[in-house]
Every structure is written in C-alpha cells, then in structure tokens.
RNA sequence: CGAGGUGUAGCGCAGUUUGGUAGCGCGUUUGGUUCGGGACCAAAAGGUCGCAGGUUCGAAUCCUGUCACCUCGACCA
C-alpha cells in the first residue's frame, strides 16, 4: 500500500499506447537526449543525445571513408546569388530560408543564406576544383548542422536547425554518378539495419517527393511503432542538373569539355528520433549496443558492505579493457530499484548487478534491456559472456522490429484496402505513376508514396487508385 | 498555418470561476540508518506564477499581445 502510495510522485513517461507522440517526447526529454533551445524550433543536444549521435556517426564515417570520399568543411554562409542559380532548387527551398541581412553594423549589399543544404556551395567550389577526367571523381562530404525555418517542429524528427552529414560528390559519367547513388543509398540501408537494428525499405522517390533539382531520389524508409513512416536518409542523382548553371566541367580524354554527374545524400540526427520510435517501450528508450553511449551499467548491491564497490571496479576494468562501453553506477544516494528504472529509461542495453551473494557465486547477474530476461554470467569470463549477450541483443532488437514491419506491410489490390492499410502500417500497391493518383491518396487517405521498391515484381496489373493499366510497385503510408 | 489544450520551485501538480502579495508531493542540501525493482527519520534551502504591455490602491487570478509545448488537421525532400 505505501509502494503504491509512492507510485504517485515518481515520475513516469507516458504510456506509449496510451498517446505515442507524448511518449516520444517524455522519452527524448527525461533520456536527457536534448533540451529546447531558447530559439524557435531549435534544440540543444545534450551529452547521452550527443554520444549517440557521434556512434552513429563514426558507422557511418567509416563507411564513407571505405568507399573512397573524404570530408571537408565548408561555409556555412551561401550568397543568394548561388541560391538562386538552380531553378526548381530555389523553389524548394527558399520559403524556409534564414537570411543574414547584417553584418556588425553594415547592411550587406546581398543578404547570405544560412545553409539549408550546400549543392550551391558544393558546386562553386567543384567547379573550381575540376579541370580534368583526371580530377574525377571527386567524392566528399561533411559533417555540419544547416537550418531549414520549419513551421511545425519535433525533436530529432524535424527542426529549424539539425546536424547531418551531407555528401556531394562529382563524376564523369551518369552510368558512374548513378552507381554512386545507389552505392550510398546502400550503406544507409546497412547503418540502418545493421547498427541501428531498424529495417528499412529502399527504393526510388516518385517525382512528386523527389528532391527539388534532383533527377532522382532514393530512400531509406523505416517503419515507426505507430505504422508511420519515417524517411531516414536520401540519395540524389542530380545528372547536370546543377553542373550546367555551376559550370562544373571537365576535359575529358576525348579532348571535349562535359558536364560533371553529380550525387548528393544526406542523413541526420533524425536518426535518433528514428531508432526511439522504432525500440523504444513503456520503460523508454531502447538502445541497439552499437550505438548505446553505455553498453552496460554495473549497478553495485549492498554496496557499503565490504568488497563490493572493489569487486565492482574490478568488473568496470576488466570489461573496459575488452572494450566495452560500461559504466559503473555508484551513486550512493539511490537505491538500486531507482537506478534499474533510471538505466532502462536511458535505454542501455545490459543490466549487471553485482552484490554479496554474486562475489559469493562468482557471478554477476544480468538483465537484458530488449527482453527484460535474467541470468547470470561467470565473473572470470565476463567480458566474453557480455560481448554474446550484446551481440545476440543488437540481433533479437532487429528481428523484432523485422518482425513488425512485416506483419503491418500488405500488398493492396483496391482503394478501399490501401485506405485501411495506410491506418496502420505500409500499403504496397501498383500505381500507374501519375501524380494525380498520388495527390488523390494523399487527399483522401493523408498517406504519401514513400518508394519504389528496387524488385518491381508486379503485384497486379492495375493502378490501386484509377484503376488504368499500372507497371509500377510503390509503397503508401502516413508519415512523418 | 487552422481548430482545441497547457505554461505556477529541478519534476509532477493545487490555487485562477469570486483580484488581497503563493502551497503540496517528489527531488535537492546536511546528518544518521538503509541497499537484490523507484528506502526511512530529522533539519534546511529553493518560485519577480512563460514573456511584454494594460486595468486596479493591489494581479498567478481580469484584458490585450506574444512565445513555447501537446493533440488533431494542412504544409514540408
């Protein structure tokens, strides 16, 4: 009856089930991922939010680096003039600009762009930078944040400014610019899966969600608790679309000057947001072991008594050496009912408790964050014992989220099937690829296309919306 | 951007209808006892009531504006 009593003033997240956008946002906050800044729209990253971040970008990073592109810094200032040269890019864009107008006390002659996305800076600088077939391809990226003036924002998912990496990349074929493209949208399908233990489906944008100046976009699009989708990165060929204005050209071997094939890709914090909405439970965060900043928490018991809090740093050592993310909790002011609630909230993956009666049994007794499972594991081989939990965690996390987007994806034969599969999950259907049919969908079902899966295999003959002869397999959902 | 809701101590809330100078629990600090699923006792600190104007002798409370967050919708790579 006091416990109950008690429930009362600990503080809880609200129940997923209950409202998961209130959920979300209890999580992001009492994980202590970010704060709200004091400017609209913007949030501060905290150090746990950062650390995830910078896992997630060091993924991907090395992959990057794996397959041949180098990172750069660039401006973070882009003259209108620049802005402005790439028609449809301009369009796209410049309602959600933030314009310097100032400089100290000077009024500038032409106001600067605070970078939504840098093609036009990337592009000017390209085109200093190339002259020859030799110089090609040039393949960087960077790592920065850009601003982009949202008129509704959420943490992670969509702010007025987000930190990403954006790769731009120049080559001197569109068979090679293309290969790119597909290349890139690849490693995000496997940082997705494979780090984040969140699926995805990859495939090509439509025209209507292209990129505005791109010849093609493609995605990565994982599935979130509540059946929406969430676009968590893009890959862009964007031809000469932009070469041409920017002048980026080359003198190829045959002695003639062509146009650079360009690619650009892009993925950001969004990803956190991503992997929240895709693991996360009734306790809060989930984290996959890859990119959990702790790895493990040692939660001493009992631990005025004698040996304890020795044993425990014994432990913190010996898994540190064997490089494992682990933090040992001895904080002395909580009990440890209150810190498993604190580190299941903050989504660590591996639970280790270690009191008298474990130094007694020479273990150390676990709980797994994914399935609540307990047991024990030898102390003398526990680094070895904790790599296996990890890694069969980060495996059982992605099949479950596997397991999910499975059971809520359906292939749809009739509007009336799509509009019911759109309410919880993804709807995959032919579609005759008129963007009438996609504006109907969105109107009446308020679900998007998301993309083309790369098997085409048709499902049918028949466009799910007008109803016309149909070639093209697409997925519908709600998103975010 | 439209409709609705919420802003009071670090957190969760009461007080607003009917103006009179702010309260509860958790947390925090100190001391002690505890420690295997949100411990207990005692003492203490902590708030210009989101912000800016206005009405009034007096505003958390009434009026206007504004900002932030939440829900639903619209918009958005």
Redesign the pocket.
């Known amino acids: 009856m006091?416990?109950e009593a008690?429930q009362?003033?600990?503080?809880?997240i609200t129940p997923r089930s209950e409202?998961?956008?209130?959920w979300?946002?209890d999580v992001v906050l009492k994980a202590e991922l970010m704060d709200?800044a004091p400017v609209?729209?913007c949030m501060a990253m905290r150090p746990y939010g950062t650390r995830i971040w910078e896992l997630i970008q060091a993924a991907m990073d090395k992959r990057f680096k794996e397959t041949g592109h180098e990172n750069v810094a660039m401006p973070m200032l882009i003259p209108e003039s620049l802005l402005l040269k790439e028609a449809e890019h301009v369009e796209?864009?410049a309602p959600?600009v933030a314009w310097v107008t100032q400089g100290g006390s000077e009024v500038l002659t032409e106001r600067l762009a605070i970078r939504?996305?840098s093609e036009t800076m990337f592009c000017t600088m390209y085109a200093r930078w190339i002259q020859s077939w030799r110089d090609l391809p040039m393949k960087y990226n960077q790592w920065c944040s850009?601003m982009?003036w949202e008129?509704?924002?959420?943490?992670f998912l969509?702010t007025s400014e987000f930190w990403w990496q954006e790769g731009h990349t120049m080559h001197a074929t569109a068979e090679e610019a293309q290969e790119e493209t597909l290349q890139m949208l690849e490693v995000y399908r496997e940082v997705c899966e494979d780090v984040l233990a969140m699926p995805v489906f990859a495939g090509q944008k439509s025209d209507k969600?292209?990129?505005?100046g791109a010849r093609a976009t493609y995605s990565v699009e994982a599935m979130m608790q509540d059946g929406k989708a969430l676009?968590a990165g893009?890959s862009h060929n964007f031809g000469t679309n932009f070469s041409e204005p920017f002048e980026v050209q080359f003198l190829d071997k045959d002695g003639t000057l062509k146009h650079c094939h360009e690619t650009s890709w892009?993925s950001s914090t969004r990803l956190i947001g991503a992997v929240i909405m895709t693991h996360g439970d009734e306790?809060g965060l989930k984290l996959p072991p890859q990119i959990a900043p702790f790895q493990a928490v040692i939660l001493p018991?009992?631990?005025?008594k004698g040996g304890v809090i020795e044993r425990c740093e014994q432990v913190y050592q010996q898994l540190h050496e064997a490089g494992i993310r682990v933090k040992l909790d001895d904080r002395?002011?909580?009990?440890?009912?209150?810190k498993?609630?604190?580190w299941?909230?903050k989504g660590v993956p591996l639970r280790l408790?270690?009191?008298?009666?474990?130094i007694e049994n020479g273990v150390a007794?676990y709980?797994r964050r994914d399935t609540?499972e307990k047991g024990t594991l030898p102390l003398d081989s526990l680094a070895e014992g904790v790599k296996e939990l990890l890694n069969d965690i980060q495996r059982s996390m992605f099949a479950q989220a596997k397991a999910f987007m499975d059971e809520h994806t359906k292939d749809v034969h009739s509007y009336e099937e799509l509009r019911q599969q759109v309410q919880t999950g993804y709807a995959r259907a032919m579609w005759c690829g008129s963007r009438a049919c996609e504006d109907n969908i969105?109107e009446e079902t308020?679900a998007t296309s998301r993309n083309m899966p790369f098997d085409q295999t048709p499902i049918g003959d028949s466009c799910v919306c007008c109803g016309q002869k149909a070639d093209k397999v697409m997925y519908f959902s709600k998103?975010y």
């Not at 009362?8 to 809880?12: K, M, P």
Request: no cysteine.
């Open positions: 006091a416990k008690k009362d003033f600990v503080q809880h409202n998961f956008s209130q979300y946002t709200y609209r729209g796209g864009f959600e939504p996305t850009v982009r008129k509704t924002t959420r943490p969509r969600e292209k990129f505005a676009q893009t892009g306790r018991i009992a631990a005025h002395d002011n909580l009990s440890p009912g209150w498993f609630n604190e299941e909230l408790e270690i009191g008298p009666r474990d007794s709980m609540f969105k308020s998103a």
